[in-house]
């Protein structure tokens, strides 16, 4: 189902009109259907059923928004956190502790004591200086903790170099040449106990096929560490997979084909699964709705000047990642242009010589698949207020993040009073 419908010539959020939504909240602002989440996440979940009882820890850094965590936990999924702050987040928005996954390459003994103290599944365990950190904090509290190895598998994941995390010389996991031996020191440490083990090898992966040889050599893994002793029974397989961001492209694999290719390797494993996605579940359920300030002529084709920039949605100047964006009154006409932000960077691109629908200053635009890693990334960069985001249900609709504007900014920064005195 298309949770941003054309209706009457005017894309909608659902049923909010989106018109609607700019004139009383302003632009630049993410708007989100929770009915597209809601349907991702239950789409995931029917894929996942005949693996048992799987968790599905929705990658609170994917949308960490609040009302956003809250539904999900309303639709019964936990959380993979990688900081306190995610963990404070998914705790206050009704996750149970015992569906709350710690991953993360450098969390600190503060954070350790603060998810002991409130309850968590497990942490994913990213190195044995990491074990020896955890050892000391859960000991000094007289608790044990829960852990899984996080291994790393050496296998290239075919996304972007940036957010791949599986290959040897990535800063992630522990190789899994010597995940054996980590196992055996996390055994000997007092306050922890080993549940299990955990692998993601990047996000945005559009093939089965690196997910499948990881969780390939995890399967042995887990064999080789039943052998020496261990009472393995959780096996995480971590998230990573794509969304299409562009019509164009090849359809990436399905959920379905997911959950299958997830059946066929795990058989026998004998172990409760764990998911950890982020994007796939709120990837599309979000757009970022701008206004179009002008536009202006350009050498080899017109620039399209947005309300809305790189640091509103970085992913296009971070990752040259490609965003759908459309007119939300198309009329039928169309145009090449770059399509930029008003930020002092020539990064501050959105799109370079693109087909779009004809637009004129004033107009609405929407950038796509804006869920996952938009409003989450921004910054206030120019000094431009923080992106306020919409959540839509239906008919009804709410601000669930307000704009923090240059008052905020004002109220937040302070002038010693030392300053300029030598030059009166
Ligand atoms: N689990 C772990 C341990 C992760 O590091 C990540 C993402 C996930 C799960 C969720 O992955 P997903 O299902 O969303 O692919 N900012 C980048 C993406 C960074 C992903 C970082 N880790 C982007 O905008 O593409």
Same mark, same amino acid.
């Given at each position: ?37 809601? !349907? ?118 075919? =996304? ?18 010597? !995940? ?66 562009? &019509? ?42 701008? %206004? ?33 964006? %459309? ?5 039928? %006409? ?7 932000? &008003? ?32 409003? =989450? ?17 239906? !008919?009804?609709? %709410? ?26």
């Amino acid at each position: 189902m298309n949770h941003f419908p054309p209706r009457d010539g005017i894309v909608h959020c659902e049923d909010v009109p989106l018109p609607q939504l700019a004139r009383a909240v302003g632009t630049p602002v993410f708007v989100y259907s929770s009915g597209a989440m809601l !349907a991702q996440a239950q789409r995931l979940r029917a894929a996942l059923a005949p693996l048992g009882d799987p968790l599905i820890a929705y990658a609170v850094k994917a949308n960490p928004n609040a009302a956003v965590l809250a539904t999900m936990a309303a639709a019964g999924l936990g959380a993979d956190v990688v900081s306190g702050g995610e963990y404070a987040r998914a705790r206050a928005s009704g996750v149970p502790a015992g569906k709350i996954v710690f991953s993360g390459v450098g969390k600190t003994a503060a954070e350790m004591r603060r998810a002991l103290e409130g309850g968590l599944r497990q942490f994913n365990l990213e190195s044995a200086e990491e074990a020896e950190m955890l050892s000391a904090v859960a000991s000094a509290m007289g608790r044990v903790a829960p852990v899984a190895i996080r291994v790393n598998p050496d296998v290239e994941a075919g =996304t972007h170099a940036k957010i791949s995390t599986g290959a040897a010389h990535s800063k992630f996991g522990i190789p899994i040449a010597d !995940a054996i031996d980590a196992a055996a020191r996390v055994k000997a440490l007092p306050g922890l106990d080993l549940a299990g083990v955990a692998v993601h090898i990047g996000s945005q992966l559009t093939s089965l096929a690196p997910l499948e040889r990881a969780f390939g050599k995890l399967g042995a893994l887990i064999a080789e560490l039943r052998a020496a002793g261990h009472d393995i029974r959780t096996a995480d397989l971590g998230g990573g997979l794509g969304l299409r961001y562009d &019509p164009s492209a090849p359809e990436p694999p399905s959920i379905e084909d997911y959950g299958a290719m997830v059946a066929r390797v795990t058989r026998g494993w004998d172990v409760r699964l764990i998911f950890e996605p982020g994007r796939l579940i709120v990837g599309d359920a979000g757009v970022l709705l701008t %206004e179009v300030i002008r536009v202006k002529a350009g050498a080899a084709q017109p620039f399209v000047v947005l309300d809305a920039a790189m640091n509103d949605l970085m992913r296009p100047s971070l990752y040259d990642a490609w965003h759908g964006i %459309e007119a939300v009154r198309p009329d039928g %006409e169309t145009m090449i242009a770059d399509i930029v932000g &008003p930020v002092c960077e020539s990064g501050d691109t959105f799109a370079t010589a693109r087909l779009i629908d004809r637009v004129a200053a004033g107009e609405l635009m929407i950038i796509r698949t804006a869920g996952a890693y938009g409003a =989450t990334m921004a910054s206030t960069y120019n000094s431009r207020a923080l992106v306020p985001e919409v959540l839509v249900n239906g !008919a009804e609709w %709410e601000v669930v993040r307000e704009r923090r504007d240059t008052e905020a900014f004002l109220r937040e920064e302070h002038v010693p009073a030392w300053v300029g005195r030598e030059l009166v």
